[in-house]
T-cell receptor, first 113, second 115 residues
Framework: DGGITQSPKYLFRKEGQNVTLSCEQN?????MYWYRQDPGQGLRLIYY???????QKGDIAEGYSVSREKKESFPLTVTSAQKNPTAFYLC????????????FGPGTRLTVT | AQSVTQLGSHVSVSEGALVLLRCNYS??????LFWYVQYPNQGLQLLLK??????LVKGINGFEAEFKKSETSFHLTKPSAHMSDAAEYFC?????????????FGTGTRLQVFP
């Protein structure tokens, strides 16, 4: 079955630690995205990548970093510089043009204490 | 720049009643519009989308939406609510300003369905 996987489902970290969230897709999509979801704020774009080895900052990139070394994978690192990292993180992918919808993974809930 | 406004962060209906979730958009170019549904602690699932052509779009689970350019609206409806429709619904517009495929999401509407 084609789809997007995110792991782990739940993640707990201590303040000051970097943490990497995994996102893998086997849909042969060119574009991949990371969103942050907080209650009442909808989805906010962190980073996106339209092609391997290239990515762009979204609306709230500060304190986050990404890489896109393979078409299938787009890991997100939440660094210690992110002031309020506790949130639900969603990864998505698409064929890379506005015409096509984005497909979402199941999400990772990160709690930092 | 494109933007999306969802009127009403919470909507409550009785089972069997009409569901109406409102979405208005702002766009300087012909928009591509989407409705997604999210069940608790899950990702988003596409309900339907409008790109071009027929302005009444039918989606999954009995939902439909009508693109009204004159009203800059893309409201989501379902004639008869089911308990399983309880979820959060997001309207989104493609950011086509710079020829990217970014989506701009509304803040969501949580639908409650009472028996």
């Amino acid at each position: 079955d084609g789809g997007i996987t995110q792991s782990p489902k739940y993640l707990f970290r201590k303040e000051g630690q970097n943490v990497t969230l995994s996102c893998e897709q086997n849909l042969n999509h060119d574009a991949m995205y990371w969103y942050r979801q907080d209650p009442g704020q909808g989805l906010r774009l962190i980073y996106y990548s339209q092609i391997v080895n290239d990515f762009q900052k979204g609306d709230i990139a500060e304190g986050y970093s990404v890489s896109r070394e393979k078409k299938e994978s787009f890991p997100l690192t939440v660094t210690s510089a992110q002031k309020n990292p506790t949130a639900f993180y969603l990864c998505a992918s698409s064929y890379g043009t506005a015409y096509y919808e984005q497909y979402f993974g199941p999400g990772t809930r990160l709690t930092v204490t | 720049a494109q933007s999306v406004t969802q009127l009403g962060s919470h909507v409550s209906v009785s089972e069997g009643a009409l569901v109406l979730l409102r979405c208005n958009y702002s766009s300087s170019v012909p928009p591509y519009l989407f409705w997604y549904v999210q069940y608790p602690n899950q990702g988003l699932q596409l309900l339907l989308k409008y790109t071009t052509g027929a302005t009444l779009v039918k989606g999954i689970n009995g939902f439909e939406a009508e693109f009204k350019k004159s009203e800059t609206s893309f409201h989501l409806t379902k004639p008869s609510a089911h308990m399983s429709d309880a979820a959060e619904y997001f309207c989104a517009v493609s950011d086509r300003t710079y020829n990217t495929d970014k989506l701009i999401f509304g803040t969501g509407t949580r639908l409650q369905v009472f028996p």
